[in-house]
Each structure stands twice: as structure tokens, then as C-alpha cells.
């Protein structure tokens, strides 16, 4: 079965903290895509990182980076210096290559920047 | 460019009740998904469109789901007739035609749908 466990329901960080939000995964396909997306209150889920399988390199977008473990099937973000714009719901996802188009998705972290 | 919209941001029917949510995704995208979130469980996917045909429908829970996506443009997804467990949060996402490994689909804020 494809699932996304996510560990964290909540998560609370004083700002400028770094965090680390945990995900695993499991898939019995070797090519996939890996997701982080973010939902603000109220507002619309955006993707914040992607990572494919197949490469080894952690993926980067400023503050967000992710540690990519392809043989434990582990998919952490982690925030540093943290902001009150990164409060939000974060949802750890994949979709397998050159199948189907449906993205599997954890149930997601809840997160609290404080000021 | 616009997002996807849908429409309403929240519906409240009573069990029984037919709602319809509406979902306009990014203008040029052919494909359109719709994925749901029952409180406190994942995301779950519920159907892909490729322009106004269904691609794949695995995820509708029942028949009282229905969804279309006339002339390949906007979609909507009714429940007929609503009951308790139908209530979460439905989301709509577009993509493009996959020419390359983006995989990128662009959410729509959701419409909450609460059943009582």
C-alpha cells in the first residue's frame, strides 16, 4: 500500500528557530516524486519543496530544505530561521512516475511560529 | 494569472440536501483533480479529468458522487443526497499536460462542506 505517515500532528517554534518536520513514506516503485506543500489559515495549499527519487541531492528553496533518506524512505523539511509567514499546515506527499496522476498525502502538521 | 477558484469557500446542507462545488482551474490546464479531507485524515484523491474526460475515478466513495467537467473548462462535483461522512474539506487541483518532470498540481483553496 502507498501511505505518508507524519508523525507530528503539532508543532509549536519560537520565531528565527529551526524546525524539522518528519515524514515516511512507503511505495513499492523506484521513480517517484516527493512533495512538501504548505496551507496557510484560510488560504491555498502552495508546493514549498520537491525532491525526485532519483536524485541524490537534498533539494533547496531558501529557508526549506529537505534531508531526502531514499533507503529508509524518510522525507523531513526542515525551516530555518523560522517566521510567522510559515505558520501553517504542512502536508508531506508523493506521486509515483509515469503512472497514475493522484498525489498520496500524510495527514499533516499542524505548525505555530511564535513571536 | 489566476489560481484555481472554487466555489463556495463553505457550504452547510442537512443530510439529504444536494450541494454542487465548483472548481475553474488555471486557464490552459487539461488536467483537473478532485481530492478530499475528512477531519484529522489525509488528503485523498477522488478523480482526474484530462480536458472533459474522466481519466480516473478510483477514489469517488459511492455513487451519490458525481462529477463532471463539461467542454473541458470548470467542473463541478455533486453529492446527491449528503450524508455525515461526506463532510471535509474538497479541494480542486490543475496541471498541465505532463511534457516534463514537474508533476506540479496547483490547489485550489478548498470548499469546506459540512453535513448536519
Known amino acids: 500500500a502507498q501511505t505518508v505517515t507524519q508523525s507530528q500532528p503539532e508543532m509549536s517554534v519560537q520565531e528565527a528557530e529551526t524546525v524539522t518536520l518528519s515524514c515516511t513514506y512507503d511505495t513499492s516503485e523506484n521513480n517517484y516524486y516527493l512533495f512538501w506543500y504548505k496551507q496557510p489559515p484560510s488560504r491555498q495549499m502552495i508546493l514549498v519543496i520537491r525532491q525526485e527519487a532519483y536524485k541524490q541531492q537534498n533539494a533547496t528553496e531558501n529557508r526549506f530544505s529537505v534531508n531526502f533518506q531514499k533507503a529508509a524512505k524518510s522525507f523531513s523539511l526542515k525551516i530555518s530561521d523560522s517566521q510567522l509567514g510559515d505558520t501553517a499546515m504542512y502536508f508531506c506527499?508523493?506521486?509515483?512516475?509515469?503512472?497514475?496522476?493522484?498525489?498520496?498525502f500524510g495527514k499533516g502538521t499542524r505548525l505555530h511560529i511564535l513571536p | 494569472e489566476a489560481g484555481v477558484t472554487q466555489f463556495p469557500s463553505h457550504s452547510v446542507i442537512e443530510k439529504g440536501q444536494t450541494v454542487t462545488l465548483r472548481c475553474d482551474p488555471i486557464s490552459g490546464h487539461d488536467n483537473l483533480y478532485w481530492y478530499r479531507r475528512v477531519m484529522g485524515k489525509e488528503i485523498k484523491f477522488l478523480l482526474h479529468f484530462v480536458k472533459e474526460s474522466k481519466q480516473d475515478e478510483s477514489g469517488m466513495p459511492n455513487n451519490r458522487f458525481l462529477a463532471e467537467r463539461t467542454g473541458g473548462t470548470y467542473s463541478t462535483l455533486k453529492v446527491q443526497p449528503a450524508e455525515l461522512e461526506d463532510s471535509g474539506v474538497y479541494f480542486c487541483?490543475?496541471?498541465?499536460?505532463?511534457?516534463?518532470?514537474?508533476?506540479?498540481?496547483?490547489f485550489g483553496p478548498g470548499t469546506r462542506l459540512t453535513v448536519t
Open positions: 506527499a508523493f506521486i509515483q512516475m509515469n503512472r497514475d496522476d493522484k498525489i498520496i
Open positions: 487541483a490543475s496541471s498541465q499536460e505532463k511534457t516534463g518532470p514537474s508533476y506540479e498540481q496547483y
